[in-house]
């Protein structure tokens, strides 16, 4: 009798931690394809510059491991990818004033290497949806 | 008898492991033709190889730069411009590896010849060379005639990419980093993107330091 208790009550302890991880991934599981997704088009059109650990180059090419930047631009980031990048910027405390070439990507493609970014590199910054994208395209300078 | 062939067999794998990997010696790229002289009365046939001609570049600091320059040096050339945005980066950034491993060595240099001279002036390349945080005379930026920058890559530099390579033309915009002992002889290419070709290229540098300084002849 006891025996079968402790099977029931190991059993129910499963269920539940299950029904606990698949909800998490249901969330986490569009993450984990934007990421991957993010990942690819960071290689092919990212990566020469920047480099694959997001290091940049010296003081010509900034680094992409500055989450308060990051976090404070959050929403001209799409528009920086799509159009490119004039002017002095600060990263790390380090000035940059070279152009920054524009990358012709759709609105998924951005948000897909914005969270590859965002959440690389040392940044934890979460998801950046197509949506987002959509609406910062919008408001471009 | 049997364990005595199985050990010769062992020590022969060995020797040509070793042969391999631990190559003490470079290949010598280029033309070469067979020069008999007379010495002491006998005939003696040497091998003269391809060298890099005579040139005359401006570097970043405005000083001019001519063959003379790199007389008993070991070094290493490429060729960019400062506004490439494909491959130029990555060559940067493993250069930088290059002259990081050897900026204190007085046997060797880096020429990075500009293939867009109208653009990358002298000041151009000095402010480039400040932001890829390169100072002293290890590694000179090139600029001169976009002529006599292509004449001495494709003629010169890229003779040992022209031979290992069936594929046509285009050899200067490749990103390859070529290595030039103390003769002026061309010893090696490396695809200066691939950070492997690289590592090998650091390696051989110190192969080619280790060689004999070439008699003080014209």
Redesign the interface.
Known sequence: MRYIRTIAAVSTLAIITLLIVSCESNTSLEFKRYYSEGAEIYQTRCQNCHGNDGAGLSALIPALNDSTFLKKNKNSLACTIRYGLKGVININGKTFDENMPAAELAPMEIAQVITYMNNSFGNQLGIVTMDEVEADLKNCK | MRKLVFGLLIIAAYASCKSNNGKSTLPIYGSRKAVTKIVDGKSVTDTVYQTIPQFRFVNQYGDSISNKNLDGKVYVADFFFTTC???C??M??NM?KVFAAYKNSADFRILSHTIDPKHDSVPVLKK?A????VNGNTWWFLQGKKEDTYSIAENSYLVAVKQDSSAAGGYVHQGYFVLVDKQKRVRGAYDGTEAKQVDQLIADIKTLLAEPDPKTTP
């Open positions: 945005p494909s491959i980066p990555q940067a950034r930088l480039y400040d932001k890829l945080g």
